[in-house]
């Protein structure tokens, strides 16, 4: 697995004279539209990116010594949950994937998984919630590459020690994404002595915050933590500087990407997030083993995309086809032996996300170790070491 992060690796290189062999077939669920787009747009183009870069160089060589070209199938969820069910049905039933990827938000995710049970297809969610694999026991085909919600608390209650901070106040989406961020928060702090004086919600979809900011305003947080994608997290937060609330502005690794600095405008300044590397890869010292694969993620996605800036969002898909690129290449299409590979053998896998080692009991692989903590300035992202969390 260590050499699959790199370009031409052995299963992407053109055998010319190799048999060409039927396309080995990817399912894509993403939230191509809807309130979860800045999520899952970066998502699709980045599977679309390398099944061109893949299928370029001659298609990967399988098991039975053919070269396959790779067959990408997407599907827009539109950030519904129940179309993220009839779409995963789609590809498994119909168009018979090898591998089913998606979706982009958790609700859609969770939703998606008894069809993958039923069908005994191998599932890499891209979304967070930790339900999405755990009860691993009843979870046997599911896996997933973003961060779980844990080491993202573990990470913002670093930051509110090394600051003396004891009173946070916390507002969240109420759906399984939230909820699961929520949850760990709670738990940690709890543990750690930081009260949480107030816990509210808003629903997917809300465009007005102004009484839970109120309330919240009340009670002199010294610290204000979010759990939210761009599409509520955006302005909440520009409702959040309205309010003049003074307090630090905490958020999750929900709004990674430009979208919520673009919709947030100068109202993000300011705001701290744990997050993958990838929007600070080239801060990285050149020891850091993702920063040649961040900073090559980088330049293809530009140059595939026409400039655009590259999300932790897109990352995750990357992660999750590369690592079915190294099954396929390995097993073919069959979908038992794809499941196994993805259980024991994915070790030291250099992705975007992190450096993944799934096992029985782990179908996350990446922990706190994959994480930095970022501010937003002057419209970008700046890392902040562990060294420099007390202000």
Same mark, same amino acid.
């Given at each position: 697995?260590?050499?699959?992060?790199?370009?031409?690796?052995?299963?992407?290189?053109?055998?010319?004279?190799?048999?060409?062999?039927?396309?080995?077939?990817?399912?894509?669920?993403? &939230?191509?539209?809807?309130?979860?787009?800045?999520?899952?747009?970066?998502?699709?183009?980045?599977?679309?990116?390398?099944?061109?870069?893949?299928?370029?160089?001659?298609?990967?060589?399988?098991?039975?010594?053919?070269?396959?070209?790779?067959?990408?199938?997407?599907?827009?969820?539109?950030?519904?949950? &129940?179309?993220?069910?009839?779409?995963?049905?789609?590809?498994?039933?119909?168009?018979?994937?090898?591998?089913?990827?998606?979706?982009?938000?958790?609700?859609?995710?969770?939703?998606? *998984?008894?069809?993958?049970?039923?069908?005994?297809?191998?599932?890499?969610?891209?979304?967070?919630?930790?339900?999405?694999?755990?009860?691993?026991?009843?979870?046997?085909?599911? !896996?997933?590459?973003?961060?779980?919600?844990?080491?993202?608390?573990?990470?913002?209650?670093?930051?509110?020690?090394?600051?003396? *901070?004891?009173?946070?106040?916390? *507002? $969240?989406?109420?759906?399984? !994404?939230?909820?699961?961020?929520?949850?760990?928060?709670?738990?940690?702090?709890?543990?750690?002595?930081?009260?949480?004086?107030?816990?509210?919600? !808003?629903?997917?979809?809300?465009?007005?915050?102004?009484?839970?900011?109120?309330?919240?305003?009340?009670?002199?947080?010294?610290?204000?933590?979010?759990?939210?994608?761009? $599409?509520?997290?955006?302005?909440?937060?520009?409702?959040?500087?309205?309010?003049?609330?003074?307090?630090?502005?905490?958020?999750?690794? $929900?709004?990674?990407?430009?979208?919520?600095?673009?919709?947030?405008?100068?109202?993000?300044?300011?705001?701290?997030?744990?997050?993958?590397?990838?929007?600070?890869?080239? &801060?990285?010292?050149? &020891?850091?083993?993702?920063?040649?694969?961040?900073?090559?993620?980088?330049?293809?996605?530009?140059?595939?995309?026409? $400039?655009?800036?590259?999300?932790?969002?897109?990352?995750?898909?990357?992660?999750?086809?590369? *690592?079915?690129?190294?099954?396929?290449?390995?097993?073919?299409?069959?979908?038992?032996?794809?499941?196994?590979?993805?259980?024991?053998?994915?070790?030291?896998?250099?992705?975007?996300?992190?450096?993944?080692?799934?096992?029985?009991?782990?179908?996350?692989?990446?922990?706190?170790?994959?994480?930095?903590?970022?501010?937003?300035?002057?419209?970008?992202?700046?890392?902040?070491?562990?060294?420099?969390?007390?202000?």
């Amino acid at each position: 697995m260590g050499d699959t992060h790199c370009r031409p690796c052995k299963f992407h290189i053109g055998w010319l004279q190799a048999t060409k062999g039927e396309p080995y077939k990817i399912g894509v669920v993403a &939230s191509i539209t809807g309130p979860a787009s800045s999520l899952g747009i970066p998502e699709r183009d980045t599977a679309l990116m390398l099944q061109e870069q893949v299928n370029k160089a001659g298609g990967i060589k399988g098991p039975d010594g053919a070269m396959h070209e790779i067959q990408v199938i997407v599907e827009d969820d539109a950030s519904d949950a &129940s179309k993220a069910t009839l779409a995963a049905k789609k590809l498994v039933e119909q168009d018979n994937v090898a591998v089913l990827i998606g979706s982009s938000g958790s609700p859609a995710s969770l939703a998606m *998984i008894e069809t993958a049970t039923k069908n005994s297809t191998p599932m890499i969610s891209l979304a967070s919630a930790s339900q999405i694999v755990n009860p691993i026991a009843e979870r046997k085909w599911i !896996f997933k590459t973003p961060q779980a919600n844990q080491p993202v608390t573990a990470v913002q209650l670093d930051w509110l020690k090394a600051n003396g *901070i004891k009173k946070v106040a916390s *507002i $969240g989406v109420n759906n399984a !994404f939230g909820k699961d961020s929520r949850d760990a928060m709670n738990a940690q702090l709890k543990e750690a002595g930081i009260e949480v004086l107030a816990d509210e919600v !808003f629903q997917p979809g809300d465009k007005d915050f102004t009484a839970q900011l109120t309330k919240i305003k009340g009670l002199n947080p010294e610290a204000v933590i979010v759990h939210a994608t761009p $599409g509520e997290g955006a302005p909440l937060t520009v409702q959040y500087r309205t309010l003049g609330i003074n307090a630090p502005l905490l958020h999750n690794h $929900g709004i990674g990407n430009k979208d919520f600095i673009n919709l947030a405008k100068d109202a993000a300044e300011g705001v701290m997030f744990p997050i993958g590397k990838l929007l600070v890869a080239n &801060s990285l010292p050149d &020891s850091d083993p993702q920063k040649a694969v961040l900073l090559k993620y980088i330049q293809d996605y530009g140059a595939y995309t026409n $400039g655009k800036t590259p999300s932790t969002f897109g990352g995750h898909g990357w992660d999750a086809v590369e *690592i079915a690129l190294a099954g396929l290449a390995a097993n073919g299409a069959d979908r038992a032996k794809l499941r196994d590979y993805f259980e024991n053998q994915v070790k030291n896998f250099v992705g975007i996300s992190g450096v993944f080692n799934w096992s029985p009991t782990d179908h996350v692989g990446i922990g706190k170790e994959s994480l930095v903590l970022v501010v937003i300035k002057n419209g970008g992202w700046e890392f902040v070491p562990p060294d420099k969390y007390k202000q």
